[in-house]
């Protein structure tokens, strides 16, 4: 096989890199994706058609079919929770080149404002899946393969498949930046290469809690696409875990005491206000210790804040018993003394997520101001409401339009869902 270098029409020698510039010369746009997401209109030339020739082998007549299938996650603000992932990793070595400045110049020219935040995003959030990118920035999931697959050719990104035991199911693959595409995040926006490169290596070499990242952002990504046709409704930010790190790490170097680090923030806009929550996905791994250290880091930290209790803590939960014990021990660590304000905390399952969705009426409040605990069984009988029913912040006459997953969301938010 020749595996010399390809000349092109005038006759020069192309790099591999610059081959796949030249692959990603015919780049899906934005404005030529079709809005209500036929494949036709953004890949005609992958269109499906029948073979001309018959296979060489015939399966047998009493062989047991075997199906690659995708379970329930075509349907839109949903993603099955994994229960035995296996993460296929791929690690392309031009991924972790160094771009000199020319092909920095030439990436530039060659990448879209979607693709610059789309790289943002992954840097941003570590981890997301090609259904959880579709949902944030393509009409449809053939668009989103393609573009994404143009990507992981320059090298910006990986693309890793996910399979599922027992068996071989397929699920989504997991996307998260390279070295490479964090230099080229980096020069966009004039910062120093090292930090972003550092963070992407870190994403790549520990990935043993991926799948609870990816668990925690599918939460952000269901309310933006459920709020995705609401005139009044968004979320407007959505701030990662190392980025809430980052900025409460000062506060924890005054106050010395532990801080807590959420797995997201948020500020979600619905009628007139806006609902300021963090997340903490749980999947029972923690112990309940763990979990009242936890809760009394969220009780110092909000003790002398003014508004405290319209300042929301989500906790999602694998099932019922789980709830219940948490109920009795946010109980359990409730401020000291009446003065002091909390902020407020609340529960859910993740089978009432799956069901009705981060906006459904699935919220049950944590009493921590009662005299008495919690009865047994209070997930089971407790008063539940519904997301925009939590206390807002404030008031704003802001407009939705340019929150996550609105259209073309990302050309007038060019820093990403971390920054308004």
């Known amino acids: 096989m020749n595996t010399a270098p390809m000349p092109d029409s005038r006759g020069r020698t192309l790099t591999p ?43 047998k007549a009493g062989a047991q079919r075997f199906q ?23 690690l392309a070595a031009h991924a972790d080149a160094r771009p000199s400045q020319t092909q920095l110049t030439r990436l530039h020219r060659s990448l879209t404002q979607r693709d610059l935040v789309i790289l943002q995003s992954l840097h941003d959030y570590r981890y997301l899946n090609t259904l959880q990118l579709q949902e944030l920035f393509f009409p449809s999931l053939r668009s989103c393969q393609i573009r994404l697959h143009q990507l992981k050719t320059l090298g910006l990104i990986y693309v890793w498949k996910v399979i599922e035991t027992p068996g071989v199911r397929r699920r989504h693959s ?15 926006h004039g910062d120093d290469q090292r930090a972003y490169v550092e963070r992407s290596h870190e994403a790549r070499d520990h990935c043993w809690h991926a799948v609870h990242d990816l668990e925690a952002n599918q939460f952000f990504v269901s309310l933006v696409s459920r709020s995705r046709e609401m005139r009044r409704q ?67 930290y909000f003790k002398h804040y003014r508004d405290a209790d319209r300042h929301h803590v989500l906790f999602v939960v694998p099932h019922d018993d789980r709830e219940d014990s948490l109920q009795y021990e946010t109980w359990r660590g409730r401020p000291n003394y009446s003065l002091d304000t909390c902020c407020s905390f609340w529960t859910t399952t993740s089978d009432r997520l799956r069901r009705w969705g981060p906006l459904g009426t699935i919220w049950l409040k ?19 409401i519904a997301f925009r029913q939590l206390p807002p912040m404030d008031d704003t006459d802001r407009s939705t339009d340019d929150c996550i997953g609105k259209p073309s969301w990302w050309v007038r938010r060019p820093g990403g869902g971390q920054i308004a």
């Open 17 to 59: 890199f610059d081959k796949a510039l030249v692959q990603t010369d015919g780049r899906i746009a934005p404005f030529e994706a079709s809005a209500t997401g036929d494949e036709d209109a953004t890949a005609p030339s992958f269109a499906p058609s029948h073979s001309r020739q018959r296979a060489l082998q015939e399966a």
């Open 174 to 188: 997991m996307s998260l930046i390279s070295a490479r595409g964090a230099r080229v995040l980096a020069d966009w």
């Open 68 to 90: 690659t299938r995708n379970g329930q996650a075509s349907q839109a603000g949903r993603s099955p929770l994994l229960t035995h992932p296996i993460v296929l990793r791929d």
């Open 234 to 300: 968004g979320l407007q930010i959505w701030s990662g875990e190392e980025q809430v790190r980052e900025e409460r790490r000062e506060q924890a170097r005054e106050n010395k005491q532990p801080i807590p680090t959420p797995d997201g923030r948020g500020i979600y806009r619905a009628n007139g206000g806006r609902i300021f929550f963090d997340l903490e996905w749980d999947r029972a791994t923690e112990s309940l210790q763990r979990m009242r250290q936890k809760i009394a880091s969220y009780v110092a």
């Open 366 to 384: 944590c009493e921590n101001r009662a005299a008495d605990p919690p009865p047994i069984g209070i997930t089971r009988v407790g008063r539940r």
